[in-house]
Protein backbone atom coordinates (compact mmCIF):
# COMPACT_ATOMS: atom_id res chain seq x y z
CA UNK A 1 0.00 0.00 0.00
CA UNK A 2 1.35 3.20 -0.73
CA UNK A 3 0.56 7.42 -0.43
CA UNK A 4 2.59 9.59 -3.29
CA UNK A 5 1.62 13.56 -2.27
CA UNK A 6 1.79 14.93 -6.00
CA UNK A 7 0.37 18.37 -4.54
CA UNK A 8 -0.34 20.27 -1.40
CA UNK A 9 3.30 20.01 0.14
CA UNK A 10 4.65 22.80 1.38
CA UNK A 11 1.79 25.01 -0.22
CA UNK A 12 -1.70 25.38 0.47
CA UNK A 13 -2.65 24.76 -3.40
CA UNK A 14 -2.76 21.44 -6.16
CA UNK A 15 -4.19 18.80 -3.55
CA UNK A 16 -3.25 15.57 -4.84
CA UNK A 17 -2.90 12.70 -3.58
CA UNK A 18 -2.79 9.27 -5.44
CA UNK A 19 -3.49 5.94 -2.91
CA UNK A 20 -2.18 2.53 -4.19
CA UNK A 21 -4.00 -0.13 -2.85
CA UNK A 22 -6.15 -3.15 -3.19
CA UNK A 23 -5.37 -3.50 -6.70
CA UNK A 24 -6.62 0.05 -7.08
CA UNK A 25 -4.79 3.51 -8.08
CA UNK A 26 -7.69 6.04 -6.20
CA UNK A 27 -6.48 9.90 -6.66
CA UNK A 28 -7.99 11.93 -3.47
CA UNK A 29 -8.55 15.85 -5.07
CA UNK A 30 -7.42 16.38 -8.16
CA UNK A 31 -6.65 20.76 -7.88
CA UNK A 32 -4.77 23.46 -9.74
CA UNK A 33 -1.75 24.77 -8.13
CA UNK A 34 -1.97 28.42 -8.15
CA UNK A 35 0.38 31.40 -6.62
CA UNK A 36 3.91 31.50 -7.27
CA UNK A 37 5.07 30.87 -11.03
CA UNK A 38 6.88 27.65 -9.70
CA UNK A 39 3.92 26.52 -8.57
CA UNK A 40 1.69 27.48 -11.41
CA UNK A 41 3.75 25.82 -13.98
CA UNK A 42 3.17 22.14 -12.50
CA UNK A 43 0.24 22.86 -14.09
CA UNK A 44 1.62 22.72 -17.32
CA UNK A 45 3.94 19.64 -16.55
CA UNK A 46 3.28 16.19 -17.23
CA UNK A 47 1.08 14.52 -14.47
CA UNK A 48 3.98 11.78 -13.24
CA UNK A 49 1.51 8.94 -13.23
CA UNK A 50 -0.30 7.57 -16.09
CA UNK A 51 -3.43 8.68 -16.22
CA UNK A 52 -4.96 5.77 -17.88
CA UNK A 53 -3.95 3.92 -14.46
CA UNK A 54 -6.21 5.46 -12.35
CA UNK A 55 -9.24 3.43 -11.19
CA UNK A 56 -11.39 6.48 -9.09
CA UNK A 57 -10.86 10.05 -8.24
CA UNK A 58 -12.34 11.16 -5.10
CA UNK A 59 -12.94 14.97 -3.99
CA UNK A 60 -12.98 16.44 -0.82
CA UNK A 61 -14.51 19.54 -2.27
CA UNK A 62 -14.85 22.02 -5.45
CA UNK A 63 -12.86 24.29 -4.43
CA UNK A 64 -10.67 24.73 -7.57
CA UNK A 65 -7.79 24.01 -5.83
CA UNK A 66 -8.67 20.86 -4.78
CA UNK A 67 -10.77 20.09 -8.47
CA UNK A 68 -9.37 22.45 -11.08
CA UNK A 69 -7.11 20.14 -12.70
CA UNK A 70 -9.92 17.26 -13.71
CA UNK A 71 -10.51 19.02 -16.64
CA UNK A 72 -6.93 18.11 -17.71
CA UNK A 73 -7.05 14.88 -16.35
CA UNK A 74 -9.94 14.03 -18.54
CA UNK A 75 -8.38 15.67 -21.94
CA UNK A 76 -5.43 13.60 -21.19
CA UNK A 77 -7.64 10.36 -20.89
CA UNK A 78 -9.42 9.33 -17.63
CA UNK A 79 -12.73 8.35 -18.31
CA UNK A 80 -13.67 7.23 -14.68
CA UNK A 81 -15.72 7.65 -12.07
CA UNK A 82 -15.66 11.14 -9.94
CA UNK A 83 -16.43 10.86 -6.70
CA UNK A 84 -18.30 13.55 -4.27
CA UNK A 85 -20.95 14.81 -2.45
CA UNK A 86 -24.13 16.44 -4.93
CA UNK A 87 -23.24 19.91 -2.88
CA UNK A 88 -19.41 19.46 -4.72
CA UNK A 89 -20.74 17.83 -7.76
CA UNK A 90 -23.30 20.74 -8.09
CA UNK A 91 -20.61 23.25 -7.29
CA UNK A 92 -18.03 21.68 -10.18
CA UNK A 93 -20.45 22.15 -12.54
CA UNK A 94 -20.32 25.88 -11.60
CA UNK A 95 -16.55 26.46 -10.64
CA UNK A 96 -15.15 23.74 -13.42
CA UNK A 97 -16.85 25.77 -15.89
CA UNK A 98 -15.90 29.53 -14.60
CA UNK A 99 -12.75 28.36 -14.36
CA UNK A 100 -12.31 27.00 -18.26
CA UNK A 101 -13.86 30.05 -19.35
CA UNK A 102 -11.70 32.23 -17.58
CA UNK A 103 -8.42 30.54 -18.74
CA UNK A 104 -9.66 31.07 -22.54
CA UNK A 105 -10.70 34.49 -21.94
CA UNK A 106 -6.83 35.35 -20.26
CA UNK A 107 -5.41 33.49 -22.86
CA UNK A 108 -7.57 35.96 -25.79
CA UNK A 109 -6.90 39.18 -23.81
CA UNK A 110 -2.91 38.49 -24.02
CA UNK A 111 -3.39 37.46 -27.50
CA UNK A 112 -4.86 41.03 -28.35
CA UNK A 113 -3.11 43.04 -26.19
CA UNK A 114 0.44 41.28 -26.80
CA UNK A 115 1.55 40.94 -22.91
CA UNK A 116 2.34 37.09 -22.61
CA UNK A 117 5.57 35.61 -23.52
CA UNK A 118 3.52 32.94 -25.70
CA UNK A 119 2.70 33.08 -28.81
CA UNK A 120 -0.52 32.11 -29.42
CA UNK A 121 -1.12 31.98 -25.31
CA UNK A 122 -2.78 28.95 -24.83
CA UNK A 123 -5.56 27.68 -21.82
CA UNK A 124 -4.53 25.27 -19.59
CA UNK A 125 -8.09 23.61 -20.32
CA UNK A 126 -11.18 24.28 -22.07
CA UNK A 127 -14.92 24.66 -21.58
CA UNK A 128 -15.28 21.57 -23.87
CA UNK A 129 -12.15 19.70 -21.68
CA UNK A 130 -14.76 20.66 -18.74
CA UNK A 131 -17.84 19.83 -19.83
CA UNK A 132 -16.35 16.27 -20.54
CA UNK A 133 -15.21 15.92 -16.89
CA UNK A 134 -18.45 16.88 -15.72
CA UNK A 135 -20.07 13.70 -17.36
CA UNK A 136 -17.38 11.64 -14.92
CA UNK A 137 -19.69 12.99 -11.45
CA UNK A 138 -20.81 11.00 -9.40
CA UNK A 139 -23.10 12.48 -6.27
CA UNK A 140 -22.41 10.84 -3.22
CA UNK A 141 -24.21 11.27 0.02
CA UNK A 142 -22.72 11.89 3.56
CA UNK A 143 -22.09 9.35 5.79
CA UNK A 144 -23.00 6.55 2.75
CA UNK A 145 -20.17 3.73 2.32
CA UNK A 146 -19.33 3.55 -1.53
CA UNK A 147 -17.82 0.03 -2.46
CA UNK A 148 -14.92 0.66 -5.22
CA UNK A 149 -14.26 -3.37 -5.48
CA UNK A 150 -14.27 -6.01 -2.91
CA UNK A 151 -11.58 -4.66 -0.80
CA UNK A 152 -11.91 -1.29 -1.24
CA UNK A 153 -14.62 1.79 -0.07
CA UNK A 154 -14.81 4.72 0.82
CA UNK A 155 -16.97 7.50 3.43
CA UNK A 156 -17.13 11.22 3.09
CA UNK A 157 -17.70 13.01 6.38
CA UNK A 158 -19.21 16.66 6.78
CA UNK A 159 -16.14 18.90 6.90
CA UNK A 160 -17.86 22.44 7.21
CA UNK A 161 -15.82 24.78 5.58
CA UNK A 162 -18.11 25.19 2.08
CA UNK A 163 -21.23 23.62 0.72
CA UNK A 164 -20.67 19.72 0.13
CA UNK A 165 -17.21 19.85 1.67
CA UNK A 166 -16.21 16.56 3.00
CA UNK A 167 -13.64 14.52 4.73
CA UNK A 168 -12.65 11.16 2.76
CA UNK A 169 -12.33 7.92 5.19
CA UNK A 170 -11.52 4.78 2.74
CA UNK A 171 -11.05 1.34 4.05
CA UNK A 172 -8.49 -0.50 2.02
CA UNK A 173 -7.08 -4.27 3.12
CA UNK A 174 -8.22 -3.71 5.98
CA UNK A 175 -7.00 -0.38 6.91
CA UNK A 176 -8.53 3.19 7.36
CA UNK A 177 -6.68 5.96 6.04
CA UNK A 178 -8.23 9.63 6.27
CA UNK A 179 -7.95 12.76 4.70
CA UNK A 180 -9.50 15.86 6.19
CA UNK A 181 -9.86 17.78 3.04
CA UNK A 182 -10.31 21.38 4.35
CA UNK A 183 -11.83 21.37 7.97
CA UNK A 184 -13.81 24.39 8.53
CA UNK A 185 -14.96 26.05 11.76
CA UNK A 186 -16.86 25.32 14.53
CA UNK A 187 -18.46 28.41 14.43
CA UNK A 188 -19.08 29.11 11.19
CA UNK A 189 -22.61 30.99 10.68
CA UNK A 190 -23.45 29.21 7.59
CA UNK A 191 -22.23 25.88 7.66
CA UNK A 192 -22.46 22.78 10.01
CA UNK A 193 -19.66 21.82 12.00
CA UNK A 194 -16.75 19.39 10.96
CA UNK A 195 -16.64 15.95 11.54
CA UNK A 196 -14.00 13.74 12.36
CA UNK A 197 -13.76 9.95 11.62
CA UNK A 198 -13.71 7.94 15.17
CA UNK A 199 -10.96 6.29 14.01
CA UNK A 200 -7.86 6.60 11.56
CA UNK A 201 -4.88 4.11 11.16
CA UNK A 202 -3.46 6.98 8.85
CA UNK A 203 -4.16 10.22 8.51
CA UNK A 204 -3.82 13.12 5.78
CA UNK A 205 -4.70 16.29 7.72
CA UNK A 206 -4.86 20.23 6.29
CA UNK A 207 -2.59 23.09 7.95
CA UNK A 208 -3.33 26.05 6.30
CA UNK A 209 -3.68 27.78 9.77
CA UNK A 210 -1.49 25.05 11.56
CA UNK A 211 0.70 28.54 12.61
CA UNK A 212 -2.36 30.90 13.59
CA UNK A 213 -5.16 31.54 15.71
CA UNK A 214 -8.13 33.85 14.13
CA UNK A 215 -9.16 37.01 15.05
CA UNK A 216 -11.95 36.49 17.59
CA UNK A 217 -13.37 39.89 16.56
CA UNK A 218 -16.94 39.99 14.81
CA UNK A 219 -16.65 39.93 10.97
CA UNK A 220 -20.28 42.54 11.11
CA UNK A 221 -18.35 45.13 13.25
CA UNK A 222 -15.62 45.20 11.07
CA UNK A 223 -17.12 45.05 7.93
CA UNK A 224 -19.05 47.79 9.25
CA UNK A 225 -16.38 50.33 10.69
CA UNK A 226 -14.77 49.76 7.37
CA UNK A 227 -17.95 50.27 5.59
CA UNK A 228 -18.56 53.50 7.36
CA UNK A 229 -14.95 54.96 6.98
CA UNK A 230 -15.28 54.66 3.54
CA UNK A 231 -18.34 56.08 2.35
CA UNK A 232 -17.57 58.80 4.86
CA UNK A 233 -15.37 60.08 1.84
CA UNK A 234 -17.86 58.81 -0.70
CA UNK A 235 -15.52 55.62 -1.64
CA UNK A 236 -15.42 52.04 -2.64
CA UNK A 237 -15.30 49.21 -0.87
CA UNK A 238 -14.13 46.30 -3.45
CA UNK A 239 -13.76 43.35 -1.81
CA UNK A 240 -11.67 40.24 -3.72
CA UNK A 241 -14.02 37.98 -2.74
CA UNK A 242 -14.27 33.65 -3.03
CA UNK A 243 -17.07 32.39 -4.96
CA UNK A 244 -17.81 29.27 -2.88
CA UNK A 245 -18.50 30.28 1.06
CA UNK A 246 -16.80 33.86 1.58
CA UNK A 247 -19.04 35.45 -0.83
CA UNK A 248 -22.21 33.74 0.32
CA UNK A 249 -20.85 34.80 3.86
CA UNK A 250 -20.32 38.36 3.37
CA UNK A 251 -23.56 38.78 1.49
CA UNK A 252 -25.40 37.30 4.73
CA UNK A 253 -23.12 39.99 7.00
CA UNK A 254 -24.68 42.72 4.84
CA UNK A 255 -27.83 41.43 4.81
CA UNK A 256 -27.65 41.29 8.79
CA UNK A 257 -26.11 44.84 8.82
CA UNK A 258 -29.25 46.50 6.45
CA UNK A 259 -31.86 44.71 8.01
CA UNK A 260 -30.50 46.31 11.56
CA UNK A 261 -29.58 49.45 10.36
CA UNK A 262 -26.15 49.49 10.66
CA UNK A 263 -25.26 50.08 7.42
CA UNK A 264 -26.04 52.73 5.39
CA UNK A 265 -28.47 51.77 2.19
CA UNK A 266 -25.73 52.08 -0.66
CA UNK A 267 -25.44 50.34 -3.94
CA UNK A 268 -23.95 47.00 -3.56
CA UNK A 269 -22.66 45.03 -6.23
CA UNK A 270 -22.17 41.41 -6.83
CA UNK A 271 -20.23 40.85 -9.84
CA UNK A 272 -19.23 37.34 -10.49
CA UNK A 273 -21.45 34.95 -12.44
CA UNK A 274 -20.05 31.89 -10.28
CA UNK A 275 -20.69 33.37 -6.63
CA UNK A 276 -24.31 34.32 -8.42
CA UNK A 277 -24.89 30.59 -9.43
CA UNK A 278 -23.53 29.58 -6.20
CA UNK A 279 -25.84 31.45 -4.11
CA UNK A 280 -28.85 29.99 -5.94
CA UNK A 281 -27.18 26.38 -4.64
CA UNK A 282 -27.73 27.34 -0.92
CA UNK A 283 -31.38 27.23 -1.40
CA UNK A 284 -31.18 23.39 -3.42
CA UNK A 285 -28.89 21.97 -0.23
CA UNK A 286 -30.62 23.37 2.99
CA UNK A 287 -29.69 20.22 5.01
CA UNK A 288 -25.87 21.28 4.21
CA UNK A 289 -25.76 24.43 6.21
CA UNK A 290 -27.13 26.58 9.25
CA UNK A 291 -29.41 29.22 7.01
CA UNK A 292 -32.98 29.00 6.47
CA UNK A 293 -34.61 29.28 3.53
CA UNK A 294 -35.39 32.45 4.34
CA UNK A 295 -32.20 33.49 5.33
CA UNK A 296 -31.19 31.58 1.74
CA UNK A 297 -33.33 34.41 0.19
CA UNK A 298 -32.20 37.39 1.86
CA UNK A 299 -28.25 36.35 1.05
CA UNK A 300 -29.89 36.57 -2.59
CA UNK A 301 -31.48 39.75 -2.16
CA UNK A 302 -28.23 41.52 -0.60
CA UNK A 303 -26.88 42.42 -3.42
CA UNK A 304 -27.58 43.30 -7.25
CA UNK A 305 -26.32 40.94 -9.21
CA UNK A 306 -23.88 41.93 -11.93
CA UNK A 307 -23.86 39.14 -15.19
CA UNK A 308 -22.66 40.35 -17.83
CA UNK A 309 -19.52 42.27 -19.22
CA UNK A 310 -20.71 45.33 -20.07
CA UNK A 311 -23.14 45.57 -16.77
CA UNK A 312 -19.22 45.15 -15.02
CA UNK A 313 -18.21 47.98 -17.07
CA UNK A 314 -20.90 49.99 -16.22
CA UNK A 315 -19.84 49.16 -12.07
CA UNK A 316 -16.11 49.99 -12.60
CA UNK A 317 -16.84 53.27 -14.23
CA UNK A 318 -19.39 54.74 -11.29
CA UNK A 319 -17.96 56.61 -8.34
CA UNK A 320 -19.00 55.70 -4.63
CA UNK A 321 -20.18 55.07 -2.13
CA UNK A 322 -20.83 51.73 -2.74
CA UNK A 323 -19.52 48.05 -2.64
CA UNK A 324 -18.31 45.96 -5.40
CA UNK A 325 -17.77 42.25 -4.79
CA UNK A 326 -15.61 40.29 -7.56
CA UNK A 327 -13.51 37.11 -7.88
CA UNK A 328 -11.72 36.27 -7.74
CA UNK A 329 -10.56 35.87 -3.85
CA UNK A 330 -6.47 36.22 -4.33
CA UNK A 331 -6.98 38.88 -7.37
CA UNK A 332 -5.39 35.88 -9.70
CA UNK A 333 -7.69 36.27 -12.00
CA UNK A 334 -11.38 37.40 -13.06
CA UNK A 335 -13.40 40.21 -12.84
CA UNK A 336 -12.27 41.84 -9.56
CA UNK A 337 -8.76 42.97 -11.69
CA UNK A 338 -10.76 45.27 -13.79
CA UNK A 339 -12.16 47.01 -10.27
CA UNK A 340 -8.69 47.40 -9.29
CA UNK A 341 -7.74 48.86 -12.16
CA UNK A 342 -10.36 51.67 -11.43
CA UNK A 343 -10.56 51.97 -7.91
CA UNK A 344 -7.07 51.14 -6.12
CA UNK A 345 -5.45 54.32 -7.21
CA UNK A 346 -7.91 56.50 -5.36
CA UNK A 347 -7.03 56.70 -1.68
CA UNK A 348 -10.65 57.17 -0.76
CA UNK A 349 -11.25 53.58 -1.70
CA UNK A 350 -10.73 50.68 0.56
CA UNK A 351 -9.78 47.27 -0.34
CA UNK A 352 -11.25 44.68 2.16
CA UNK A 353 -9.14 40.82 2.16
CA UNK A 354 -11.32 38.47 3.56
CA UNK A 355 -9.72 35.33 2.71
CA UNK A 356 -6.40 34.02 2.81
CA UNK A 357 -3.56 35.25 0.32
CA UNK A 358 -1.38 32.63 -0.93
CA UNK A 359 2.59 33.15 -1.36
CA UNK A 360 2.96 35.10 -4.86
CA UNK A 361 -0.65 36.06 -5.32
CA UNK A 362 -1.46 39.74 -6.33
CA UNK A 363 -3.82 39.38 -2.80
CA UNK A 364 -0.51 38.45 -1.16
CA UNK A 365 1.25 41.46 -2.39
CA UNK A 366 -2.05 43.86 -1.23
CA UNK A 367 -2.00 42.45 2.02
CA UNK A 368 1.67 43.09 2.66
CA UNK A 369 0.99 46.77 1.26
CA UNK A 370 2.70 46.50 -2.25
CA UNK A 371 3.06 49.85 -3.54
CA UNK A 372 1.75 48.33 -7.10
CA UNK A 373 -0.13 45.47 -8.62
CA UNK A 374 0.81 44.19 -11.88
CA UNK A 375 -2.12 43.54 -13.58
CA UNK A 376 -2.61 42.98 -17.67
CA UNK A 377 1.12 43.89 -18.19
CA UNK A 378 1.09 47.44 -16.25
CA UNK A 379 1.45 48.29 -12.71
CA UNK A 380 -1.38 49.88 -10.87
CA UNK A 381 -0.40 52.41 -8.34
CA UNK A 382 -2.39 51.65 -5.07
CA UNK A 383 -3.29 54.31 -3.35
CA UNK A 384 -6.70 52.56 -1.69
CA UNK A 385 -6.52 51.59 2.21
CA UNK A 386 -6.16 47.85 2.34
CA UNK A 387 -7.75 46.30 5.10
CA UNK A 388 -7.66 42.54 6.08
CA UNK A 389 -10.34 40.43 7.65
CA UNK A 390 -9.35 37.38 9.04
CA UNK A 391 -11.89 35.82 11.53
CA UNK A 392 -14.06 35.05 8.31
CA UNK A 393 -11.94 32.36 7.19
CA UNK A 394 -13.35 29.44 6.26
CA UNK A 395 -10.61 27.40 7.52
CA UNK A 396 -9.81 26.04 11.31
CA UNK A 397 -6.82 27.74 13.12
CA UNK A 398 -4.82 25.49 14.91
CA UNK A 399 -6.69 24.64 18.16
CA UNK A 400 -9.74 24.02 15.44
CA UNK A 401 -7.70 21.56 13.98
CA UNK A 402 -6.74 19.74 16.72
CA UNK A 403 -10.20 20.01 18.49
CA UNK A 404 -11.19 18.17 14.99
CA UNK A 405 -7.85 15.61 15.91
CA UNK A 406 -9.28 15.09 19.48
CA UNK A 407 -12.55 13.22 18.61
CA UNK A 408 -10.39 10.37 16.89
CA UNK A 409 -9.97 7.96 19.43
CA UNK A 410 -7.08 5.91 18.23
CA UNK A 411 -3.85 7.15 17.74
CA UNK A 412 -2.91 6.68 13.84
CA UNK A 413 0.53 4.91 12.71
CA UNK A 414 1.31 8.15 10.61
CA UNK A 415 0.21 11.23 10.28
CA UNK A 416 1.11 13.75 6.99
CA UNK A 417 0.76 17.36 7.60
CA UNK A 418 -0.10 18.89 3.85
CA UNK A 419 -1.91 21.82 2.65
CA UNK A 420 -0.05 24.35 4.32
CA UNK A 421 3.03 26.66 3.82
CA UNK A 422 6.26 25.55 5.40
CA UNK A 423 6.38 27.33 8.82
CA UNK A 424 2.55 26.43 9.23
CA UNK A 425 2.77 22.95 8.30
CA UNK A 426 5.65 22.13 10.52
CA UNK A 427 4.18 24.28 13.28
CA UNK A 428 1.31 21.95 13.78
CA UNK A 429 3.50 18.71 13.37
CA UNK A 430 5.09 20.16 16.23
CA UNK A 431 1.39 20.52 18.21
CA UNK A 432 -0.55 17.12 17.27
CA UNK A 433 3.83 15.46 18.30
CA UNK A 434 3.38 17.67 21.58
CA UNK A 435 -0.35 17.55 22.46
CA UNK A 436 -1.29 14.56 20.86
CA UNK A 437 1.88 12.39 21.19
CA UNK A 438 1.00 11.10 17.35
CA UNK A 439 3.65 10.17 15.24
CA UNK A 440 3.91 12.94 12.67
CA UNK A 441 5.85 14.22 9.08
CA UNK A 442 5.53 17.00 6.98
CA UNK A 443 5.59 15.21 3.27
CA UNK A 444 7.42 16.99 0.48
CA UNK A 445 6.15 16.86 -3.19
CA UNK A 446 6.23 13.24 -5.11
CA UNK A 447 7.16 11.66 -1.76
CA UNK A 448 6.05 8.12 -1.77
CA UNK A 449 5.14 6.88 1.80
CA UNK A 450 4.58 2.58 1.92
CA UNK A 451 1.80 2.24 4.16
CA UNK A 452 1.79 -1.30 6.23
CA UNK A 453 -0.81 -3.70 4.86
CA UNK A 454 -1.14 -5.83 7.99
CA UNK A 455 -4.26 -4.37 9.67
CA UNK A 456 -3.42 -3.12 13.02
CA UNK A 457 -6.98 -2.94 14.16
CA UNK A 458 -10.16 -3.53 12.12
CA UNK A 459 -12.65 -1.51 11.67
CA UNK A 460 -16.07 -1.78 9.51
CA UNK A 461 -16.88 1.22 7.37
CA UNK A 462 -20.11 -0.19 6.63
Given at each position: MKLTFLGATETVTGSKYLLEAAG????IDCGLFEGTKNLRLRNWAPLPIQVDTIDAVILTHAHIDHSGYLPVLARMGYRGPVYGTSGTTDLCGVMLRDSAKLQEEEADFANRHGYSKHHPALP???????ERVLKQLVPCEFNDSVKLNEHASFRLLPAGHILGAASVVLYVEGKLIAFSGDV?????????????????DYLVVESTYGDRLHDQSD????????????????????????????????LHYIAV??????????????????????????????????????EADSISKAATMVRTVDQSKEVSSRRGPMVVIAGSGMVT?????????????????????????????????????APTIKIHGEYIPVRARVEAISSLSAHADYNEILRWLSSITTAPARTFV???????????????EE????????????????????????????
Open positions: LRILLYTLDDAGRFSDPIMREPMAPMHAPAAELDAIFTRTFKHGGVVVIPSFAVGRTQEILKETGRMANVPVFLDSPMAIAVTDLYRRHLREHRLTMSGGRVLHHLKAFAPDSRNTIALVGYQAAGTRGAALEAHTHGEPAAADALRRRIQLHWPCEVPTYLEAAELAQSPSHEHALS
